[in-house]
């Protein structure tokens, strides 16, 4: 996301519509990856109450960059 556009909450919009839609088709959990050495990013999901969880990646479509693997339980569906 371009620089300009963040601080709008239009990331925090995004991954409620998605716990939302997970939730409603009585999922527990969302899992997530993101990149290591982005602590914006990382930063941005715990405050939406994420958590590592320890787990890590590399893949090569990603340039072989560390991932750390995020959770989060979901509400009982609505």
């Known amino acids: 996301m ?3 556009a963040w601080r709008q909450g239009i ?3 995004l991954v409620n519509y998605a716990v939302d839609r997970l939730t409603r088709r009585s999922f527990s959990e969302v899992t997530l990856w993101t990149f290591r050495n982005t602590p914006r990013s990382r ?3 715990e ?3 994420f958590q590592s969880d320890g787990a ?3 893949r090569h ?3 072989g960059a560390t ?3 995020y959770r989060m339980p979901l509400p009982t569906a609505r």
């Open 56 to 58: 890590t990646q590399r």
């Open 61 to 63: 479509a990603s340039g």
């Open 67 to 69: 991932e750390v693997r």
């Open 47 to 49: 405050a939406l109450g």
């Open 2 to 4: 371009h620089p300009d």
């Open 11 to 13: 990331g925090r919009e």
């Open 43 to 45: 930063a941005f999901y």
